[in-house]
């Protein structure tokens, strides 16, 4: 059992920076594959990022590649997001999950979630 809690997230302008943070509590994140999900209003949550248990292997979803950058330290027990250039249609619930699988990209994968953490971008 791990449960996990998001930080980081705010209202920011279109091209600014934030960096979302997923700690690991009661649990030790070297044993999960780490993933990003987002949800907006009114859609699917839909996977952001996600990093393999080792930290050698991450997928970065094509609208999001080159501007977010997944991370992992096991020494601290956490998992980042670092997002740039942020976009309004970046606007949504943020959830860190854990896999027992060594990654994964599909939702139905991941047993353990965060309570999200909201980041809203204007125009």
């Known amino acids: 059992q791990v449960q996990l809690a998001e930080s980081g997230g705010g209202l920011v302008q279109a091209g600014d920076s934030l960096r979302l943070s997923c700690e690991a509590i009661?649990?030790?994140?070297?044993?999960?594959?780490m993933g990003w999900f987002r949800q907006a209003p009114g859609k699917e949550r839909e996977v952001v990022a996600v990093i393999s248990r080792t930290g050698s292997r991450s997928y970065h979803h094509p609208t999001v590649e080159g501007r977010f950058t997944i991370s992992r330290d096991d020494a601290n027990n956490a998992v980042y997001l670092q997002m740039s250039s942020l976009e309004p249609e970046d606007t949504a619930d943020y959830y860190c999950a854990a896999t027992n699988l060594f990654i994964s990209t599909f939702r139905r994968d991941y047993e353990y979630w965060g309570q999200g953490t909201q980041v809203t971008v204007s125009s």
């Open positions: 009661g649990g030790t994140t070297s044993n999960f594959g």
